[in-house]
């Protein structure tokens, strides 16, 4: 009994958050013009303090290195099936932003976050910070194809100029360089990851309240919608054991090493896949392959926590 309070404990409030998220759209309560300013304040200044105080304060170990790395070869590997698929049997144009790409931020990072803490954001958040080296020529690459004026140069700019990925880099580079621990020593480390903590403090929330808010699934189109979707997961399961196997390699690796790893391969693909579409029935798809996931995430998370409280 006690070791269910504790699941409950967790993921009761994630479901929370999904749920009246859900409500407000259905009861016209917050319309998507001001969630989009919700969705802006958590995206450009919570989020970005998550993972810029958890990678100033991370002990970066060998594990969370090859796991990075690791993610690399994998999501190019599948971007590259994507893009042939498009060509041959699954002709939507954003299919390989579905399999680029996980959605590491909106869901992933508040997800690890409940469970584990803040502090351990950076296990997680490098490897959001790796596949970003993939995700940005592909959004390029289908950007400069959909008919938009956007150049290549501009949406690469706009990435690079991301503050998640700038704020990553910011926390790693003060960390590995031995700045942190002088600010620490001189006091002002405390107050430096105090004040990025208290910004970061609604992001899981409003996260998960996007999430429930834009859950979505077309009806005309649920046969393809399966399809893709249980693509996607069965490869990404393939890809989790890879890495979890890589990882029994190197001795000693931390386990939320590896929880990280797997709760990043449940995670269902960017949330951005939709908007890459040229028309309806690719936003449609790609909507409803990001909706599935994001069910199947859940539900995969509700077992991972009952795991970890064992």
Request: glycine share 8%; proline share 4%; net charge positive.
């Amino acid at each position: 009994m006690e070791q269910c309070l504790m699941v409950l404990c967790i993921i009761a409030p994630i479901f929370a958050a999904v749920f009246i998220g859900a409500a407000a759209r259905k009861n016209n309560i917050i319309t998507a013009q001001q969630l989009g300013g919700l969705q802006q304040f958590a995206v450009k200044f919570g989020l970005p303090c998550v993972l810029f105080n958890s990678c100033f304060t991370a002990n970066i170990t060998a594990e969370s290195v090859t796991s990075m790395l690791l993610v690399l070869p994998l999501l190019f590997a599948s971007s590259a099936w994507a893009f042939s698929a498009r060509r041959k049997k699954y002709r939507y144009h954003n299919l390989p932003m579905m399999f680029s790409a996980q959605e590491s931020g909106m869901l992933g990072i508040p997800l690890f976050i409940a469970l584990f803490g803040a502090q351990h954001a950076y296990r997680i958040g490098m490897l959001d910070l790796a596949q970003s080296f993939i995700a940005i020529p592909v959004i390029a690459v289908l950007t400069s194809d959909s008919g938009k004026n956007s150049s290549i140069k501009e949406i690469a700019g706009k990435v690079f100029r991301s503050p998640l990925l700038l704020m990553s880099l910011l926390g790693l580079a003060l960390n590995l360089s031995g700045a942190a621990a002088w600010l620490n020593s001189a006091g002002w480390g405390e107050v430096i990851s105090q004040t990025a903590g208290f910004i970061s403090q609604p992001v899981s929330a409003s996260m998960l309240f996007s999430v429930g808010y834009n859950f979505s699934i077309s009806k005309g189109n649920r046969k393809i919608i399966f399809r893709v979707a249980a693509l996607h997961f069965a490869l990404f399961m393939l890809f989790c054991g890879v890495m979890q196997a890589a990882l029994l390699l190197i001795p000693d690796v931390d386990p939320m090493t590896r929880w990280a790893v797997l709760i990043y391969g449940i995670l269902p693909p960017s949330y951005l896949s939709p908007s890459m579409g040229r028309n309806e029935k690719e936003y449609t798809v790609a909507s409803g392959v990001c909706s599935i996931l994001t069910v199947v995430t859940l539900a995969l998370f509700c077992v991972i926590t009952g795991l970890c409280l064992r």
